[in-house]
Each structure stands twice: as C-alpha cells, then as structure tokens.
C-alpha cells in the first residue's frame, strides 16, 4: 500500500513557477514508477509527466515539454513536478500517482495509487 500526499499549488500569474512535491509513504518507493496528472475544469484527466523509478527515464506529454520538469529522491520518498513558464492553460487540479512497477506510463488506468490533488491556479 502506498499513500501519496501532494503539495505546492496556489495561486500564480502567466509567466510564473510553482514546485509540486508528491511524498509516499512506504518503504518500497524506489520500486515504483511515478506520475503526474492534472485535470482542469469540464475535462478529462491528463498525462502530464512520468519518471522511471531510477529517476533516469523522463517523460512529458507535448504541451509542457520544456517548461515542466519531473524528478524524484528516493531517499526522502517524494517526486517534484517544478513548472515554469506557466500558462492560464496548466489551471487544474494536480495529481500524483503510483504505478506498481518500476516502467512509467501515460495512462492513468495503469496507475494503482493516487494522492487527493493540489490545485494550480494560472491567472492571466
């Protein structure tokens, strides 16, 4: 079983950054792969970006590649989304997720453990 707790949404302007951290509890951490959600209001939630449990294998939906950065410290149990150059359109709630193998994946149906989200407001 693994619990996931996310925090460091708020409030931003266009153009700003915000830190997202997602800390798990158990003591197998290093062994799942980890992800990022989000889901704005009136829509599906999306991929955002996935990291391997190693931390080396990176991956980002299109929209936020090379603005948004997915990382992870095994040691402390948590994974970061940092976002920078944020837009009106990454307005949602953020989600961390778990996935029982140390692979990521896009797809939140292939995820088995997910924290209560954090919003991230953009104003314009």
């Known amino acids: 079983q693994v619990q996931l707790v996310e925090s460091g949404g708020g409030l931003v302007q266009a153009g700003g950054s915000l830190r997202l951290s997602c800390a798990a509890s158990?003591?197998?951490?290093?062994?799942?792969?980890m992800g990022w959600f989000r889901q704005a209001p009136g829509k599906e939630r999306e991929f955002v970006a996935a990291i391997s449990w190693s931390g080396v294998g990176t991956y980002y939906t299109n929209s936020v590649k090379g603005r948004f950065t997915i990382s992870r410290d095994n040691a402390r149990n948590t994974v970061y989304l940092q976002m920078n150059s944020l837009k009106p359109e990454d307005t949602a709630v953020y989600y961390c997720?778990?996935?029982?193998?140390?692979?990521?994946?896009?797809?939140?149906?292939?995820?088995?453990?997910w924290g209560q989200g954090t919003r991230v407001t953009v104003s314009s």
């Open positions: 158990g003591r197998t951490f290093s062994s799942y792969a």
């Open positions: 997720a778990a996935r029982g193998t140390v692979v990521p994946s896009g797809r939140a149906d292939e995820y088995d453990y």
